[in-house]
Nanobody, 123 residues
């Protein structure tokens, strides 16, 4: 099971980006998705989550600007980021709480991470 994040880049203050994350491999179910970020010199922080029933949760710093959504393909998730600010500059990681198969072993839990995609917001 692998997660692949994409969509980062350089954008000016006030601009928008859409991040994508796709899970590949044998996946039985995804209970929740999350986007996290790590800014230079700071700890990783939660940005947004969405559960299998569609419940979303956002960090206060991104409420009203970011939207997390699941794709029509069950193994994808997006993060629409609008009104970007320089303080949003970070490496963004996707995370999945899922049940899948690796070889002959059933794997489950929240330890599935994408490789990170860099978002840089210039002032």
């Amino acid at each position: 099971v692998q997660l692949q994040a994409s969509g980062g880049g350089l954008v000016q203050t006030g601009g928008s980006l859409r991040l994508s994350c796709a899970a590949s491999g044998t996946i039985f179910s995804v209970h929740a998705w999350g986007w996290y970020r790590r800014a230079p010199g700071k700890q990783r922080e939660l940005v947004a989550t969405v559960t299998s029933d569609g419940t979303t949760n956002y960090a206060d710093s991104v409420k009203g600007r970011f939207t997390i959504s699941r794709g029509n393909a069950k193994n994808t998730v997006y993060l629409q980021m609008n009104s970007l600010k320089p303080e949003d500059t970070a490496v963004y990681y996707c995370n999945a709480d899922l049940v899948g198969l690796e070889g002959s072993e059933v794997v489950a839990g929240k330890d599935f991470w994408g490789q990170g995609t860099l978002v840089t917001v210039s002032s």
